[in-house]
């Protein structure tokens, strides 16, 4: 499949709008032969007369098979999250297949979106037609043109994994559906880059995670020393605190201007983070270090209470017998 052409035109124009504010990398893999999880079962039923093969929505979440698709290895090398973004094109024993809305209407689009892992796009693409009079050859590749219409599906998907506010994604369809799926209506999602307004809701959203994030750091920062009153606290964790702090008052300055800076404020933001984290995470820092005065007297008194009592005796018959 002509992967890279595709990425560039649909994709790569949502990730030039998050690469101040994120750093993403793309991967592409094709897994052949590849089953589906044994607790998504496919149902057989007709369609104009035409036998074809479901998805129900109450098996969606199970459609993914974590056992046998080795999708986490290439997000193993780097230690941020991974977002997946998946074409299932079924075998020819279970063409064509179709995802059924809570409706039990047959999506448009097949496709949905499973929090927190990622998208999947069923394409019946090597499919047989199901109009008799429809005589395609099916074709040998896919090239950029043929995956066009899902990459765009890709895109919308992205989009919302991301928590850009929808525009032209419907989020409809959702009535009755289990929690960890959604069903998304893409028939009227297009290639074209997302709006400035929606770029704006992002960005800020990036910049209050951040903060957030930095403050909770911190807070944890500051339970952790309450809770053990001998642990020693060097400058330079106060000096990295300090920053944070900073940092965290200089993004919240920006973000509250008469006119915003953004991207100043996810520096600064982003800078709250780093600060925090170094100092939470300084080898200093480690509860198991100090121990609670209760603990120091379990270790110590079963070992110097032996050692007193001899002493403790001799010191009385040594009184006695001076006097």
Not at 59 to 87: D, H, I, K, R, Y
Not at 256 to 275: L, M
């Amino acid at each position: 499949w002509d992967i890279d052409d595709a990425i560039a035109q649909s994709i790569e124009p949502l990730l030039n709008v998050t690469r101040h504010f994120s750093h993403v990398e793309v991967e592409s893999q094709v897994v052949s032969y590849a089953s589906l999880s044994p607790a998504a079962r496919l149902e057989q039923t007709m369609l104009h007369t035409m036998p074809v093969w479901i998805l129900r929505p109450t098996q969606l979440p199970q459609f993914v098979n974590t056992g046998e698709w080795p999708l986490s290895s290439l997000s193993l090398q780097t230690n941020g999250a991974s977002v997946n973004l998946m074409l299932y094109i079924p075998p020819p024993e279970a063409c064509p297949l179709f995802v059924l809305t809570s409706q039990s209407e047959v999506s448009e689009t097949g496709a949905f979106v499973l929090p927190r892992y990622g998208g999947v796009v069923v394409s019946n693409v090597l499919c047989a037609p199901l109009a008799a009079h429809d005589h395609r050859p099916l074709p040998d590749r896919l090239d950029a043109a043929t995956l066009a219409p899902v990459m765009q599906r890709f895109a919308r998907q992205l989009e919302t994994l991301l928590g850009f506010p929808a525009q032209n994604v419907t989020q409809a369809l959702q009535t009755n559906l289990p929690a960890e799926v959604s069903i998304i209506d893409l028939t009227r999602a297009t290639a074209q880059q997302v709006s400035l307004w929606q770029t704006d809701r992002y960005a800020r959203r990036t910049v209050l995670e951040c903060m957030k994030a930095a403050a909770g750091t911190l807070a944890s920062l500051v339970k952790l020393v309450s809770s053990l009153e001998n642990m020693v606290v060097l400058e330079s964790i106060q000096r990295q605190v300090e920053d944070a702090i900073a940092a965290l008052d200089a993004a919240w300055t920006d973000l509250h201007r008469a006119d915003p800076d953004v991207p100043r404020a996810f520096e600064s933001a982003r800078t709250a983070v780093f600060r925090a984290e170094q100092a939470f995470f300084d080898p200093t820092m480690v509860a198991l270090l100090y121990f609670p005065d209760e603990h120091k007297y379990a270790v110590f008194v079963p070992l110097f209470v032996p050692i007193s009592v001899p002493l403790l005796i001799s010191l009385v018959r040594e009184i006695k017998r001076r006097r």
